[in-house]
């Protein structure tokens, strides 16, 4: 047997290069043995509705798909069986476009995530992750990495500390999260949860619109929404769409990535007890276990683009307008920039900055500093408050959650007796 064929069969690919997997389904839920089977394979196609659509899943072609936006839009389009990944509603959001555009809304945001905006939010942060591990603490010996720690610091943090809104609020976006997570968690788009999303959606864009009103009258300084009015009413920078659509972006979006770094980075300590030892020998390494948890488990988990004319990827032909779907950690796991890739190790020395976890390119998620620093102070606090801290079972496998592009554990429970 050649070993193009030896290939296609070891990827369970026919002649035709299509492939007989769920990737947003049971490829989803555990993922490693397919990371490190593709990581150096060709692109193949999967099925959704009948219909072919292109994986790239190798490190390089990954990269140049992200990076060359004038072959592969970030811009929705209708192609059958990619419905699931229409959770923003047409709307103009910074992830859903390309340079110029892109780039224009992406620099209103840019000043929320600037070095001097991070550092005069890391008392405040600080502040909560101590708030919110005393009171995961008072609940007694088993708590939650996702429900008691996770959530609350990101929610804070995100709504609380760089959005300024006000508590009784934070229950709208929230809510918007779970009911979009609800509507679009399969590909084909094929859910019974859209009438409930479509409901949460009304109502934020509704809030969204008092809440720009308000800035308008009342503006707050280093406040981000006072910054996007500023933009639209006096230079004439965004549209009041636009503004509607990079608060929802930041509001839905963010509060996902921040509960999901410090969450897989505890369950993946928890499964490795030797490297729990580690770090807790060696506080320093705790840089190594975030950037190994960010290779192996990031909180996305693919990103989707469309070619905007005929093309190949490493051989493999793309029609115009065809999906291509790039899996964020599936480079990671590149024996040869990664040796023994399933292997956990926070001593690689990796830089965080060789991975996709937060995208390449344009792309690269602007508030990857706020989730790391969020992150480091988690991780930091919790270690040392817990010097006991363990998975309340060894083998647990979390469940997976998220809408199509995200991939966060619904539960971890944990004993800090």
């Excluded at 928890?270 to 190994?292: F, K, V, Y």
């Excluded at 996305?300 to 032909?317: L, N, P, Q």
């Excluded at 990796?350 to 988690?378: A, E, K, P, Y």
Aim: aromatic share 8%.
């Amino acid at each position: 047997m050649q070993s193009a064929d030896l290939e296609l069969d070891a990827l369970g690919l026919g002649s035709d290069r299509v492939a007989d997997v769920d990737l947003y389904g049971a490829v989803k839920l555990w993922p490693y043995q397919h990371y490190a089977a593709w990581a150096e394979a060709d692109p193949f196609y999967i099925l959704s509705n009948g219909h072919r659509q292109v994986v790239c899943a190798r490190y390089e072609d990954t990269r140049t798909v992200l990076q060359d936006y004038a072959r592969f839009t970030s811009t929705k389009q209708p192609y059958p069986g990619t419905q699931g990944f229409y959770f923003f509603n047409s709307m103009p959001t910074v992830t859903d476009s390309d340079p110029p555009e892109h780039s224009r809304r992406r620099r209103l945001m840019a000043p929320a995530f600037s070095p001097r905006a991070l550092k005069a939010l890391e008392a405040k942060i600080t502040l909560t992750v101590d708030e919110v591990l005393d009171a995961a603490q008072a609940k007694g010996a088993a708590i939650d990495a996702v429900d008691d720690m996770g959530t609350p610091i990101a929610v804070r943090t995100l709504l609380g500390h760089v959005c300024n809104l006000e508590e009784q609020d934070w229950s709208i976006f929230t809510g918007l999260v779970d009911a979009q997570r609800a509507a679009f968690n399969v590909l084909s788009g094929d859910t019974n949860a859209k009438q409930a999303y479509e409901v949460a959606w009304e109502t934020t864009r509704e809030f969204c619109e008092r809440i720009i009103a308000d800035r308008r009258v009342n503006p707050r300084d280093d406040d981000l929404v006072t910054t996007l009015v500023n933009s639209h009413d006096v230079d004439g920078k965004i549209t009041t769409e636009e503004m509607f659509a990079t608060l929802f972006i930041l509001y839905a979006a963010g509060i996902g990535g921040l509960t999901v770094f410090p969450a897989w980075t505890l369950w993946r300590l928890g499964r490795h007890e030797d490297q729990m030892a580690l770090l807790r020998a060696n506080p320093d390494l705790l840089e190594g276990a975030m950037t190994e948890s960010l290779r192996t488990d990031p909180s996305s988990y693919a990103s989707i683009r469309y070619a905007v004319e005929d093309c190949t990827i490493s051989g493999i032909d793309v029609q115009k307008g065809m999906p291509v779907h790039t899996l964020s950690a599936s480079g990671n796991f590149d024996a040869a920039r990664f040796p023994d890739p399933l292997k956990w190790d926070i001593t690689r020395g990796t830089d965080w900055r060789s991975l996709t976890s937060f995208g390449h390119g344009v792309h690269q998620c602007i508030g990857n500093g706020l989730v790391r620093m969020t992150t480091r102070i988690t991780l930091a606090k919790t270690l040392e408050r817990f010097p006991n801290l363990r998975l309340a079972d060894p083998a647990f496998r979390p469940e997976v959650v998220g809408v199509l592009k995200q991939r966060a554990p619904k539960s971890i429970p944990l004993l800090v007796d």
